[in-house]
Each structure stands twice: as structure tokens, then as C-alpha cells.
């Protein structure tokens, strides 16, 4: 169980740092990624590409983080509030223009070997289009 705390803790702290490197290094290579309202994605490199899209279109810091998990260790979940500013128009989203934003969110996660082997994303997205004046 601490062992999955300390875990989670590590990605979230290189996800604030905006240091892809180290969150893809905690990551199964088999990693499966959840996207918030979309499809399901697999591997570590498909992850890797998410995130640079990510970090193209919005710069976001998260705060009020609380894990928590299951007796063994093997599921945690999370939630937080995400801070952001919407940089460059993502796909099929609002046009872009700095707007920032604030909402809570979440996640869920499987563990497996001492890596994530799966993330499951949510927040509302209607709220974000909401805020950002789509």
C-alpha cells in the first residue's frame, strides 16, 4: 500500500514538473490509458504521444491531491483539482487564447509489477468547454 502511495505521488510530482520522461518511466510498457470521455489507448509510447499533445495545447499544475488505495496495493485512485491555461486549440475543443481554467478531477489506476499499468482519467468536460467560453 505504500509502496502504491509513494508511487502515485512520484508521477503527479513529475506531472506538476512537467517531466514526461519520469512519468513514462512509471509506466508499464503495456500501459493502459483511459482518455476522460474517449477512447482507450495502449502502450507506453501512445501515452508518451498523448502527453506531447497534451503539452502543446495547455499548461496545468494540479493541487489538493489525495490517493488512496486498496488493501494490496494492486488499484489506487485520485483526486485533485486541476489549474490550467488553454494555450493552442486542441482538436474538435474550443478555439484557444490563454483562457484558464479551474476543476476538479480524477483518476483511477492499476498496479502491477510496482509500475501503473493502467490510468483512468475523468473530469467534466462540459464544466472545461464551459469555462473556457465554448
Excluded: K
Amino acid at each position: 500500500m505504500n509502496e502504491t502511495l509513494d508511487l502515485i505521488g512520484r508521477y503527479y510530482d513529475a506531472f506538476n514538473r512537467a517531466h514526461w520522461d519520469a512519468m513514462l518511466e512509471l509506466l508499464t510498457e503495456d500501459v493502459l490509458h483511459d482518455l476522460n470521455q474517449g477512447e482507450r489507448q495502449s502502450g507506453r509510447e501512445a501515452f508518451g504521444a498523448f502527453l506531447a499533445r497534451m503539452n502543446r495545447s495547455y499548461r496545468e499544475q494540479l493541487s489538493d491531491i489525495v490517493v488512496m488505495t486498496s488493501p494490496d496495493g494492486s488499484r489506487a485512485g485520485a483526486e485533485y483539482v486541476v489549474h490550467g491555461e488553454y494555450l493552442a486549440t486542441d482538436e474538435g475543443l474550443p478555439e484557444a487564447h490563454g483562457q484558464t481554467y479551474r476543476l476538479p478531477g480524477g483518476a483511477f489506476f492499476e498496479i502491477r509489477d510496482g509500475q501503473i499499468a493502467r490510468v483512468t482519467n475523468y473530469y467534466n468536460l462540459q464544466d472545461w468547454v464551459q469555462q473556457v467560453g465554448g
